[in-house]
Each structure stands twice: as C-alpha cells, then as structure tokens.
C-alpha cells in the first residue's frame, strides 16, 4: 500500500524517515563543512575543525553592543505588534496567548533583513555550506520566562527533509542571542557529533502537522534509545553567553533545551540558510508543502 | 467573614499567607544560624558565613563512593516496588505512572533510615538549627529523563506553616545527589539570599490539596513580581556535582527546577528536619492537617 504511494523524491530518498515502523540511525551522506580550509577562510582551522566534529560553533560577542540594542528595540516592537496580530506568521505558547514565535523576519521587517544579510556572518555561512545560499526559514523565538516550555529533541533536518523536502545535509541554522543566556534560564542544548548520524522516525506526519508541531512537537521525535546512544557518545553542550553571542548549528545537530521558569526571558533571532544546490523538493512525506512563511518556495 | 474563622494559632501568625488578597513580601522574623561559631563546630566559619547569607551549603562529595553505590542500589529497589504499589507514600508524574516521589524513607526503609541519622550530617544539621532536630518528612525523588517536569519556584516553609502548622523557621533541607548532576538536567536552582524575605502567598488552599500539590503546584505560588525582585537582588545559584555531594538549605529561600529532557535521571534523596523547639501545630490555615507521610505529628 505504502508502496503504491511512494512519488518519485521517495524513491530517491536517501534519508528515509516517518515511513517505517521501525527505528533507524544511518550515517549521514554529506559532508559536513563544504569548502577546504585556507587561511583566507572566514574561521579559523581550529573553529572549521570545531564545527565539523562537533556540528556547531559558538561565537561570542559577534555583534556589537550597539547593533544588539537596535535588534532588542524592533524585536521588543514585533512582539508588541503581534500580541494584536492574528496573522499566520505568529505563533503562540501553549496554554495561553504569550507569543512564542514571529517568522518571516526577514521579509516582514527591514532591520531583521539587513541582519539576515550581514557580510561577517555570510563569510562564515558561505564557507560552511560552499559558496551561495537563501534564508529556508526564519524566525524570532521569544521564551518568555516563568512559563517557557521546552523544545523536545530534534534533529531540523528530520523536518525540513520530510516536511518541506530538503535533499540534503547542507543547511545551517545561525541563533543571534538578544538577550544574555545562562545555563538556567532554558538554553540551546545540542549533543555533539549527532550531526553525523540520522535518527529515523516512527509514523506517519499528519496533514497541517505545522500547525501543532510548532506549538508541541509529536512527530519527527527521535525516541528515547537513539537519544541514550547519542548523548553517551557525544555529551550535551549547552553554548551560552552575552546577548549578542552566536551559535552556528548544522541542521542535522540533535538539539532541544529545558523549559524555563526563571524570570529572565531568553530572545533568539533564528535565520536558517540553506545552499543554493540543495533547494527544497516536493516533500518525502509526499504531502503538502508547509507554508511559504515556514519554508520558502518562492523564486527558488 | 475570615476573622470569625480566624483560630488561636492565627492570631499568632507571624508570616501570615494565603489570607489576603494582597501579595507582601515581608522580612525573616528568625535566625538563619541557630548556633555560635566556634572552632570546634561541624562546619567552617567560611562555610558557616556562607550559609547565613546565602541560605544554601554545597558540600561536594560528602558521601563516599560505596556510601552512595548502597544508596543508589536501594533507591532503585524502591523505585521498582513503587511501579505496581498503590499506596500514599508514592506520587506519580503528571500524565504518566511514573514514580516521581516515594515519601517516609526513613520509616519504612533501614538503609535510608542509616542515612538520616548519618553522624556528620547531623552534627551540621545540629550546628545551623541550634541543637535536636527531628525528620518532619523526608522522600526520594526521582527525576527522570526525558520527560521531568519543572518544580515551579516556591518557599518550603509558606507551605510547612501554612498546610503543616510550622511555626517558625528553624528548618532545613537536606537534599543527597544520588547520581550526578549537571546544570543541563533540571538541577535544584536557589535563589541566594531569599531566605531572609517572606513572600506572603494570594489566596486560600482547597482540602486535600496536598494531593495535587505534590503533582503540580497551585496555591502557595509566588507572583512573577516578587520573584523577578529577588532574583534581581540575589541571582540564581545552581549547586551541581558528583553524586554523593549534598545541598543544605534553608527552610525559607525560594527554590525551583526546570524540566529535564535530557536522557539523564537525577535521583535525590530530600530529608527535612526541624528543631524540637519548633514542632509542628495546627495548621494555620485552619485546615486539617497534611497525612503523617508529608508531615510527621506522631509521636511529638
């Protein structure tokens, strides 16, 4: 029955997942760092190294204060603004009405694209995922303090494969702190080196699952012996620092963080760049596409 | 209406919560350290110090390593009768059957018993509350991987004086680390110095609410305003180590935990005592008293 269904991307799918019952870890297919290192490269051998071992790179005070300020304002503005919105790009908490998530940044406010497009950032970018990309998605996350709930474990990839059709492992994700992280207050947990292996999941993604994933993940979660396995080879990182602090990750990097009860609220810039020889397909869950404002089709 | 109800103990209220409407922060009416420095004392006059002002002793490897292997050995034991026991002395996690806490350790069990009446352990105990303490209630908590809930912030003793009938703060926490702990899977978290202010709590508590309470916390919770000043006075300290380091702390500071996603369980052993000059009452909400395995009254 399955079989009957399957569209051609399936056929070709080398990163299977949502289709059988059973579990599955594979070694990753791609490279994880695309361009050779030379000492014109936007990083340092070591942090190149760093990032391909590990699947991530922390960098702290990449932004200046002042830049840090003018993004706290207009995320501040946003988040005001949304709490009025009823538009599709706003996503809220659990339970109550706080916002959780404004995406599209880049298309929806001058600042966050002039951000999205800095010439520090893009070096590195560029470097990592060899030569051009386009933003895949992006998005403030504001976790609120008191109520912020986690984000269970997940690999992006897992999502972006199946959901939106990403051939392969050549995106990032790029988390600009706009406020100072501490180990309590709810912070990116990643497990390096997962980045390496494929958790394959269990079950079929519903229809519009979008609209409840972003909310409370249910599918696309790795269960909890994959998870053992990886955190007893890799460990768990927790990169925090100063507002204005960056983290780079690898869209295959297990991730996930703890919620957060403290009074100190955690803003995130998210931009997701993916290269221009990876554009998403059809998705491999051979469903409709997600919104535009979740994973961009347009003028691909 | 509520001052014909009010009882004797009422009137003798001196952290008066969960009465008004109005939230109050109110200063300690108590001692911190019960005992004069000396140089014989159990503890360091640095450690001593340290404990009156922050309201919190870390002690790091304080039990060693076969101590804790026998510990851990029975915990589990525990934990697997508790799976297929119904009775009081075990709560379940929210949404799910598995143990989060077994109370009365001390009673029902020989090995935890030995614990609670370890000789160092209770020459500090003695040293900070001034001489004989008894166990006003003690349990293990299992925090399990994956899917521990957060403890939301709260001060013991509100809940102590209020539900249990204790009269002053003269008590402690002792809390044994029975694997180790990391500040990525929802370790204790204080806030230092709070101990030395009362945040008086909003409404009243419903019978039974013990039953709940101990599940997910409702009344006796403070608001986002106190907490935000006191963490903004004080900060939030996480004691993280080796299992077999020990955390003292003070009845009154105001403590919590986030979730724990991580594969990692953190199973604790929490034993209260209280000083025989500080022996439970009625409650002061003019309630029934919480049972005997949460609160002991026997034999006072």
Redesign the interface.
């Known amino acids: 029955m399955l079989n009957e269904k399957l569209t051609l991307n399936q056929e070709l799918d080398v990163y299977p997942s949502r289709i059988k019952a059973k579990l599955e870890i594979i070694p990753r297919k791609d490279p994880v760092v695309y361009s050779e290192w030379t000492p014109e490269s936007a990083v340092t051998e070591e942090q190149s190294d760093f990032y391909e071992q590990n699947g991530y790179l922390f960098l702290e005070q990449f932004f200046t204060e002042e830049e840090i300020t003018e993004f706290q304002e207009e995320a501040r503005r946003l988040q005001i603004s949304a709490r009025t919105n009823r538009t599709d790009v706003i996503v809220r908490e659990p339970n109550s009405d706080e916002v959780r998530s404004v995406f599209a940044i880049h298309r929806i406010n001058a600042v966050f694209q002039k951000l999205s497009r800095h010439p520090r950032l893009m070096a590195i970018v560029e470097y990592i995922l060899g030569g051009q990309t386009y933003i895949h998605q992006s998005r403030i996350n504001y976790k609120p303090?008191?109520t912020g709930k986690?984000f269970?474990?997940h690999s992006d990839f897992e999502t972006w494969h199946v959901e939106d059709g990403m051939p392969r492992m050549r995106a990032l994700s790029c988390s600009i702190a706009l406020e100072d992280n501490?180990?309590?207050n709810?912070p990116l947990?990643v497990v390096p080196g997962s980045h390496k292996q494929f958790v394959a999941c269990v079950g079929t993604t519903p229809e519009n699952h979008f609209k409840h994933s972003l909310r409370k993940q249910q599918y696309g979660v790795p269960d909890?012996g994959s998870?053992?396995e990886l955190?007893k080879q890799g460990g768990?990182d927790?990169p925090v620092g100063k507002a204005g602090s960056v983290v780079l990750f690898d869209c295959n990097i297990m991730h996930?963080?703890?919620?957060?009860?403290?009074?100190?609220t955690r803003s995130n810039v998210f931009i997701v760049y993916n290269s221009v020889h990876n554009k998403v397909q059809e998705p491999f869950s051979g469903q409709r596409p997600r919104p535009e404002f979740i994973a961009t089709r347009k003028g691909l």
Chains 1, 2 share one sequence.
């Open positions: 303090g008191f986690e269970y474990w501490f180990h309590y709810g947990m909890d998870l053992t955190v768990i927790t996930g963080s703890n919620s957060n009860i403290t009074p100190l």
